[in-house]
Nanobody, 124 residues
Framework: QVQLVESGGGLVQAGGSLRLSCAVSGRTFSSYGMGWFRQAPGKEREFVSGISWSAGSQYYAYYVKGRFTMSRDNAKKTVYLQMNSLKPEDTAVYYC?????????????????WGQGTQVTVSS
């Protein structure tokens, strides 16, 4: 049974920082790429960032590039999303997901397992 469990969400003021974590169990973590997506109220889920199995490649949506950093620790089977300079528009439920590999990191269909999400709220 593959499980992805996010943590680290919360309430933060604009300009602040949060670090999300996603712990993975039930699969060979180091063999898979990982991604972060988010869904704001009333909006569709959107891509935030992705990281290859070796962490040699990282991908970011333009709206978080320069503010968010994704990393992974294969020994701990955990990926992280460091979020700095947070804005109210970053408010959303953040999901981590696992991919066996594909051409489009930003496409949800490339990911086969998802976590339950963690709420991030940025107040102005």
């Amino acid at each position: 049974q593959v499980q992805l469990v996010e943590s680290g969400g919360g309430l933060v003021q604009a300009g602040g920082s949060l670090r999300l974590s996603c712990a993975v169990s039930g699969r060979t973590f180091s063999s898979y790429g990982m991604g972060w997506f988010r869904q704001a109220p009333g909006k569709e889920r959107e891509f935030v960032s992705g990281i290859s199995w070796s962490a040699g490649s990282q991908y970011y949506a333009y709206y978080v590039k320069g503010r968010f950093t994704m990393s992974r620790d294969n020994a701990k089977k955990t990926v992280y999303l460091q979020m700095n300079s947070l804005k109210p528009e970053d408010t959303a439920v953040y999901y981590c997901a696992s991919t066996s590999g594909g051409a489009r990191w930003s496409a949800e269909y490339e990911y086969d397992y998802w976590g339950q999400g963690t709420q991030v709220t940025v107040s102005s």
